[in-house]
């Protein structure tokens, strides 16, 4: 079997050996006397042509007196010769001759072989020559015991002299040294026992480790191992190959090292853990320990300073988690290095290694100092320090860093911008959100806001309570699609918008068309921005509460309806869909009207409550209304039981929830009164008003809540055409209500000197705490609120 399957064209025998080449000899005469089976395959000619002529035939030109001189020769001698061939073609050959003399007798032996081989073969030889001598290529020698029987020149300089190796196992070269390819045994002996086993050659594996010339850095080689055979094809050991590739391999990590910085550094928009992600990055393979400085302002999302000496005031952070992190205090003297980075916005290198007579050995440390730059501000210093590398930073290196610290710094300073907004955003929210509820009568209330998480940024939630006229409550829920600034600048004027337009006592439905309409309007002129409200997406829930018969009413603009569970546990849910959200359609939107017990628990919250990445939407209403079964509990115990069953981890969402338990107005505190639209029923009025005071305890009010009553009724009987309602409610304020079947709002007006009339509803308003009309399907009701002393 070849040896060499796949190296049938190489020849390692010279093509004058005496296996290979041609040989003939010459007797005195130069007539031929010998010619051998290698010379007939080289020239074709058969012995029997041959021998006994002259050796001049086989000349392709006329020999001349050099043939007989070569012939005569007392020394070998070499030349070249053209010789013909027996099919008549010309071999260009080299040919020695050699003489011979025994006993007594002269002839000379002939040794030809072809030129072009012979040059061949020398090329060959030079070529191993120049592996063994010249190459920087390390080729070493082991036997089958793995133990070093040779190397070349580079293996010796590696090495700083091979012999004192040879005989000795190979894992004595490289003491400490490893493979760090993957996928093959970390142990030369291993691999290389494979090699001899096998006969499979293992290629282009990378090892890493000390040269006994450079023992001080370490070098990585691109090594290749190969079984060595004898002409039988026994094992005579193994051959390596290994290649210094110190300089690519460190430009390949740091290539790679960039492309990993390009996707950890300044992902998480959190300032901290920016730095923290510059020296994860950067550890081992560019310093031994990464340090990063930050002025506190720049922590807190604030403007970095500007105009202050470079180096004041910096915190250095510490830790990898946010359960590690904090910082510490530290400054720099104007002269030294870090300030002089700093001031001149460059990176400065110095060498920290100890000189000899400190105790520990030279050339051991540096340290490499880059500003941390922003659009043209100066955010910190990062800090590259090699301890255990004994090699400075190059300019490669230097570059890396430079390159490295301006990612970080533009992650560092997305992050403050981030927490800046985030901040802002947080403030403006917690301003706009209702810090209290006001106390009410109609209803018991408990809400929780727990917002999303601060990665997400901040939500546009919104909850309120509106006191109404007549004792009823306005409720309101809602929701703006995004998280940030503008999602709480926009939560804010919504929010603002439905408590201005739930004080003139529209009814929901009637409320979420003027809103819809406003979002609408709004969103046209940004449209192309993309931060309209409309492009945000708006969802809102308005309820109206009236305690005196349990009548609720709402409607929803793509929102959740409410789940309502009344006084014995029962929970309903709402079978009619929201309408469309507010400014993406025109349809209309309906009112839902429910007559509750008193006692009920409604619950309005947004979809963070009930909606996650992990559950839909319908099992988190489910989860909610399995709590409210319990609402016989306290709401603040029932609000905690709703929020624990929110998923664990944190929230991509805002979570509000608003739970009113509701409460009805006894008819002790309630007295109507029905009165025909004629002028002598105002005397009437007056008299009832002050009866039901009296019955009330509240006769020292009689004078002016009569006045109130006489006013109202005057007017109602002057322009309705139908019965007049009169209601007088007792709850936190004296309520007087006057109701008719006309459409027309009285106006406030100042009455002129010479004018007959025009004075009472001024009277009303000065008299009472506030007053006002609202709209219902059969006419108006004009109120007023008489403080209780």
């Given at each position: 079997?070849?040896?060499?399957?796949?190296?049938?064209?190489?020849?390692?025998?010279?093509?004058?050996d005496l296996t290979k080449a041609a040989v003939a000899v010459l007797d005195a005469e130069g007539r031929i006397s010998g010619w051998s089976t290698s010379?007939?395959?080289?020239?074709?000619?058969?012995?029997?042509?041959?021998?006994?002529?002259?050796?001049?035939?086989?000349?392709?030109?006329?020999?001349?007196?050099?043939?007989?001189?070569?012939?005569?020769?007392?020394?070998?001698?070499?030349?070249?010769?053209?010789?013909?061939?027996?099919?008549?073609?010309?071999?260009?050959?080299?040919?020695?001759?050699?003489?011979?003399?025994?006993?007594?007798?002269?002839?000379?032996?002939?040794?030809?072989?072809?030129?072009?081989?012979?040059?061949?073969?020398?090329?060959?030889?030079?070529?191993?020559?120049?592996?063994?001598?010249?190459?920087?290529?390390?080729?070493?020698?082991?036997?089958?015991?793995?133990?070093?029987?040779?190397?070349?020149?580079?293996?010796?300089?590696?090495?700083?002299?091979?012999?004192?190796?040879?005989?000795?196992?190979?894992?004595?070269?490289?003491?400490?040294?490893?493979?760090?390819?993957?996928?093959?045994?970390?142990?030369?002996?291993?691999?290389?026992?494979?090699?001899?086993?096998?006969?499979?050659?293992?290629?282009?594996?990378?090892?890493?480790?000390?040269?006994?010339?450079?023992?001080?850095?370490?070098?990585?080689?691109?090594?290749?191992?190969?079984?060595?055979?004898?002409?039988?094809?026994?094992?005579?050991?193994?051959?390596?190959?290994?290649?210094?590739?110190?300089?690519?391999?460190?430009?390949?990590?740091?290539?790679?090292?960039?492309?990993?910085?390009?996707?950890?550094?300044?992902?998480?928009?959190?300032?901290?853990?920016?730095?923290?992600?510059?020296?994860?990055?950067?550890?081992?393979?560019?310093?031994?320990?990464?340090?990063?400085?930050?002025?506190?302002?720049?922590?807190?999302?604030?403007?970095?300073?500007?105009?202050?000496?470079?180096?004041?005031?910096?915190?250095?952070?510490?830790?990898?988690?946010?359960?590690?992190?904090?910082?510490?205090?530290?400054?720099?003297?104007?002269?030294?290095?870090?300030?002089?980075?700093?001031?001149?916005?460059?990176?400065?290198?110095?060498?920290?290694?100890?000189?000899?007579?400190?105790?520990?050995?030279?050339?051991?440390?540096?340290?490499?100092?880059?500003?941390?730059?922003?659009?043209?501000?100066?955010?910190?210093?990062?800090?590259?320090?090699?301890?255990?590398?004994?090699?400075?930073?190059?300019?490669?290196?230097?570059?890396?860093?430079?390159?490295?610290?301006?990612?970080?710094?533009?992650?560092?300073?997305?992050?403050?911008?981030?927490?800046?907004?985030?901040?802002?955003?947080?403030?403006?929210?917690?301003?706009?959100?209702?810090?209290?509820?006001?106390?009410?009568?109609?209803?018991?209330?408990?809400?929780?806001?727990?917002?999303?998480?601060?990665?997400?940024?901040?939500?546009?939630?919104?909850?309120?309570?509106?006191?109404?006229?007549?004792?009823?409550?306005?409720?309101?829920?809602?929701?703006?699609?995004?998280?940030?600034?503008?999602?709480?600048?926009?939560?804010?004027?919504?929010?603002?918008?439905?408590?201005?337009?739930?004080?003139?006592?529209?009814?929901?439905?009637?409320?979420?068309?003027?809103?819809?309409?406003?979002?609408?309007?709004?969103?046209?002129?940004?449209?192309?921005?993309?931060?309209?409200?409309?492009?945000?997406?708006?969802?809102?829930?308005?309820?109206?509460?009236?305690?005196?018969?349990?009548?609720?009413?709402?409607?929803?603009?793509?929102?959740?309806?409410?789940?309502?569970?009344?006084?014995?546990?029962?929970?309903?849910?709402?079978?009619?869909?929201?309408?469309?959200?507010?400014?993406?359609?025109?349809?209309?939107?309906?009112?839902?009207?429910?007559?509750?017990?008193?006692?009920?628990?409604?619950?309005?919250?947004?979809?963070?409550?009930?909606?996650?990445?992990?559950?839909?939407?319908?099992?988190?209403?489910?989860?909610?209304?399995?709590?409210?079964?319990?609402?016989?509990?306290?709401?603040?115990?029932?609000?905690?039981?709703?929020?624990?069953?929110?998923?664990?981890?944190?929230?991509?969402?805002?979570?509000?929830?608003?739970?009113?338990?509701?409460?009805?107005?006894?008819?002790?505190?309630?007295?109507?009164?029905?009165?025909?639209?004629?002028?002598?029923?105002?005397?009437?009025?007056?008299?009832?008003?002050?009866?039901?005071?009296?019955?009330?305890?509240?006769?020292?009010?009689?004078?002016?809540?009569?006045?109130?009553?006489?006013?109202?009724?005057?007017?109602?009987?002057?322009?309705?055409?139908?019965?007049?309602?009169?209601?007088?409610?007792?709850?936190?304020?004296?309520?007087?209500?006057?109701?008719?079947?006309?459409?027309?709002?009285?106006?406030?007006?100042?009455?002129?000197?010479?004018?007959?009339?025009?004075?009472?509803?001024?009277?009303?308003?000065?008299?009472?705490?506030?007053?006002?009309?609202?709209?219902?399907?059969?006419?108006?009701?004009?109120?007023?609120?008489?403080?209780?002393?």
């Amino acid at each position: 079997m070849d040896r060499f399957p796949n190296a049938a064209d190489v020849e390692f025998h010279s093509p004058l050996d005496l296996t290979k080449a041609a040989v003939a000899v010459l007797d005195a005469e130069g007539r031929i006397s010998g010619w051998s089976t290698s010379a007939q395959r080289l020239l074709g000619h058969p012995p029997e042509e041959v021998l006994g002529r002259s050796a001049d035939r086989l000349l392709a030109t006329a020999p001349g007196p050099r043939l007989p001189a070569l012939c005569k020769t007392h020394r070998p001698r070499s030349t070249v010769l053209d010789l013909r061939c027996r099919d008549g073609h010309t071999l260009r050959a080299a040919v020695t001759f050699a003489p011979l003399t025994h006993q007594g007798v002269a002839a000379t032996a002939v040794v030809a072989a072809d030129l072009v081989a012979l040059r061949g073969w020398e090329a060959q030889l030079a070529l191993l020559q120049g592996l063994a001598t010249e190459s920087s290529v390390g080729l070493t020698i082991y036997d089958t015991d793995m133990r070093v029987v040779w190397g070349n020149v580079s293996t010796d300089q590696e090495l700083a002299g091979v012999a004192q190796y040879v005989g000795r196992p190979a894992a004595d070269l490289f003491p400490e040294g490893e493979f760090i390819s993957r996928h093959h045994p970390p142990d030369e002996e291993q691999v290389m026992e494979q090699v001899l086993k096998t006969g499979e050659p293992v290629l282009g594996m990378h090892y890493r480790g000390r040269a006994p010339v450079d023992p001080v850095r370490e070098h990585v080689w691109s090594c290749s191992y190969h079984r060595l055979v004898d002409a039988r094809g026994e094992p005579l050991g193994l051959f390596e190959e290994s290649l210094d590739i110190t300089d690519r391999y460190r430009a390949q990590e740091r290539l790679s090292l960039l492309v990993r910085a390009g996707k950890r550094i300044g992902a998480s928009l959190d300032v901290r853990r920016t730095a923290a992600e510059l020296a994860d990055v950067a550890v081992p393979q560019l310093a031994d320990e990464v340090l990063v400085d930050l002025p506190p302002a720049v922590i807190e999302g604030r403007q970095p300073p500007t105009g202050s000496a470079p180096g004041h005031s910096l915190l250095r952070m510490h830790g990898r988690t946010p359960e590690e992190f904090r910082t510490s205090p530290v400054s720099y003297p104007p002269s030294s290095p870090q300030a002089l980075s700093l001031a001149t916005n460059r990176p400065v290198v110095i060498d920290t290694s100890p000189s000899p007579g400190e105790g520990f050995p030279a050339g051991r440390g540096s340290d490499l100092f880059v500003p941390l730059l922003a659009r043209d501000a100066v955010l910190g210093l990062a800090t590259f320090r090699r301890g255990n590398n004994p090699d400075p930073f190059g300019p490669e290196e230097q570059t890396l860093a430079v390159e490295l610290a301006e990612r970080a710094a533009v992650g560092i300073d997305n992050a403050r911008r981030y927490t800046s907004q985030h901040a802002a955003a947080l403030v403006l929210q917690r301003s706009l959100l209702p810090q209290h509820l006001p106390e009410q009568s109609a209803v018991e209330v408990a809400y929780r806001y727990l917002p999303a998480d601060s990665r997400v940024g901040v939500g546009g939630d919104w909850f309120d309570l509106i006191p109404l006229s007549g004792a009823r409550v306005g409720l309101t829920v809602g929701d703006v699609v995004g998280h940030g600034v503008h999602a709480a600048a926009t939560m804010g004027r919504l929010r603002a918008t439905v408590r201005t337009l739930a004080l003139l006592d529209l009814d929901p439905a009637e409320l979420l068309t003027r809103l819809d309409g406003l979002v609408a309007q709004e969103a046209e002129p940004d449209a192309a921005d993309g931060l309209s409200d409309k492009a945000l997406g708006v969802t809102c829930l308005y309820a109206i509460y009236d305690p005196v018969g349990g009548r609720c009413v709402w409607a929803s603009a793509g929102h959740p309806p409410p789940i309502v569970a009344d006084a014995g546990g029962t929970v309903a849910l709402s079978s009619l869909a929201p309408g469309p959200p507010l400014g993406v359609d025109s349809l209309p939107y309906e009112n839902v009207e429910l007559s509750l017990s008193d006692g009920s628990v409604m619950a309005l919250f947004t979809d963070g409550v009930v909606e996650d990445r992990r559950t839909d939407i319908d099992s988190g209403i489910d989860r909610l209304a399995h709590v409210l079964t319990w609402q016989r509990c306290p709401l603040e115990e029932l609000c905690d039981r709703a929020m624990s069953t929110l998923p664990p981890g944190p929230q991509a969402d805002d979570a509000t929830l608003l739970l009113v338990r509701t409460r009805r107005l006894g008819t002790d505190r309630v007295a109507d009164l029905r009165l025909p639209p004629e002028p002598a029923m105002v005397a009437n009025a007056r008299t009832d008003t002050e009866r039901q005071l009296e019955t009330w305890g509240l006769s020292e009010l009689s004078f002016t809540a009569a006045l109130v009553v006489s006013e109202l009724v005057t007017n109602s009987i002057r322009y309705a055409t139908g019965p007049v309602m009169l209601r007088l409610i007792k709850d936190r304020s004296l309520l007087c209500e006057v109701s008719d079947n006309a459409h027309t709002a009285p106006h406030l007006r100042r009455a002129r000197r010479d004018d007959e009339g025009g004075r009472g509803l001024f009277l009303v308003a000065q008299m009472s705490q506030r007053w006002g009309t609202r709209y219902t399907a059969s006419g108006k009701t004009i109120w007023a609120e008489l403080a209780i002393p």
